[in-house]
């Protein structure tokens, strides 16, 4: 977003730091067991009170008077007690809060799977920690958590629509859907595109042909589809190695042909001219960049619908979006499928570039920034 704008108007960063920003240890397991309790008694999202200090408010308050801005851009959800402070000093600034994805129905999604999988809270974690985590797993209130955690945040995510000047959001389909929650007049939602750009040219592939992909199963979106890969290989045998990157936390069965990578910082290792990435969908949400990333490194992509959800409906109907008996089936037979998954990926490209390209994502940010419908 920054580069977008930084060729029009002058921008300042200003960071917000989490109330456990600084604690460690017992200090900080106290810290959270406060967070957690005010943000049980108060109705609020536990990661909204994690962001939530009248320090932070001062803060940018002070940012404010020093800076003038004509817009304020905040980034989440999570700042929503920050965009309240600086609606009711009423200096008149336009306020754009980008929620990327609607997190409320990401904790839904996930509280169908809290019994099988665990507690799984990803960003959440890295600031609630995985020792407390764990103790959370082993108590019955795990799936209480998640679904009050999704309660709580839909019931803010409706709210800033009426406080802020524009949300946005990066799906098509999860903008419709908050729209869906909202009274037409208390305020304005819009879809605003990832920008999409080519960064390699299209790979030639040849074989041996291996099947990759990329995420930790800290994610729940990552866990449920390596295991369902992990059944594939077990079940079906290919003769194509799948190669998983990214850091494990789990214990995970050696399984034939299945090899386990860790973190691969270098982008040439993972998108080579054998690869073929899956990305099976198995939690609804936002937009699932592993398809964008893999489109733009020039690799062929196998998905399922929910992956390309909010994606341009054109490429739903390409031949890289399988059915479940087709992914399984490219599994075992990629050679006979490679020209036709090339092509189709080449076709999604040429979608993405028209529509998603930086134009279009410049055009679009300048309307929300500007209040102009019409770009929009």
């Known amino acids: 977003m920054k580069e977008a704008v930084g060729e029009a108007y002058q921008t300042v960063d200003h960071q917000v730091k989490g109330r456990v920003h600084h604690v460690t240890g017992v200090g900080k397991m106290l810290s959270l067991a406060f967070v957690v309790t005010q943000a049980v008694f108060s109705g609020r999202a536990i990661q909204e009170v994690l962001f939530s200090s009248k320090r932070e408010e001062r803060r940018l308050l002070k940012t404010i008077r020093e800076v003038n801005p004509d817009v304020i851009y905040f980034d989440t959800v999570r700042c929503a007690s920050l965009v309240r402070a600086v609606r009711r000093h009423g200096n008149g600034v336009r306020l754009l809060v980008d929620f990327d994805d609607l997190m409320s129905r990401r904790y839904s999604e996930h509280a169908a799977h809290v019994s099988r999988q665990g507690l799984q809270l990803g960003y959440l974690e890295k600031k609630v920690g995985h020792k407390l985590t764990r103790i959370m797993n082993g108590l019955p209130i795990s799936g209480w958590v998640v679904k009050r955690e999704a309660a709580a945040l839909e019931r803010t995510e409706v709210e800033l629509v009426s406080i802020a000047d524009r949300i946005i959001l990066a799906s098509p389909t999860e903008a419709t859907i908050l729209e869906s929650m909202i ?194």
Request: net charge negative; charged share 20%.
């Open 183 to 376: 009274h037409p007049d208390r305020g304005s939602v819009s879809f605003i595109p990832q920008s999409f750009h080519a960064i390699s040219p299209a790979k030639s592939l040849v074989m041996p042909y291996r099947f990759i992909f990329i995420g930790s199963d800290s994610q729940l979106q990552n866990s449920l589809a390596i295991d369902y890969l992990l059944r594939i290989w077990t079940d079906l045998r290919p003769h194509a190695q799948l190669v998983i990157f990214g850091r494990q936390r789990r214990h995970l069965p050696a399984v034939e042909n299945v090899q386990f990578s860790g973190y691969e910082p270098a982008f040439e290792r993972i998108y080579t001219n054998t690869s073929i990435v899956l990305v099976p969908a198995k939690l609804a949400g936002g937009i699932k960049t592993k398809v964008l990333e893999a489109l733009a490194y020039g690799v062929p992509v196998v998905t399922n619908q929910m992956a390309v959800e909010g994606l341009p409906e054109q490429i739903s109907h390409l031949e890289m979006v399988a059915t479940e008996t087709q992914f399984c089936d490219i599994i075992t037979r990629p050679e006979f499928y490679i020209d036709r998954l090339t092509a189709s990926c080449a076709q999604a490209r040429a979608i993405l570039s028209e529509n998603w390209g930086p134009d279009a994502y410049k055009q679009k940010l300048y309307g929300a920034i500007l209040g102009q419908d019409d770009l929009l």
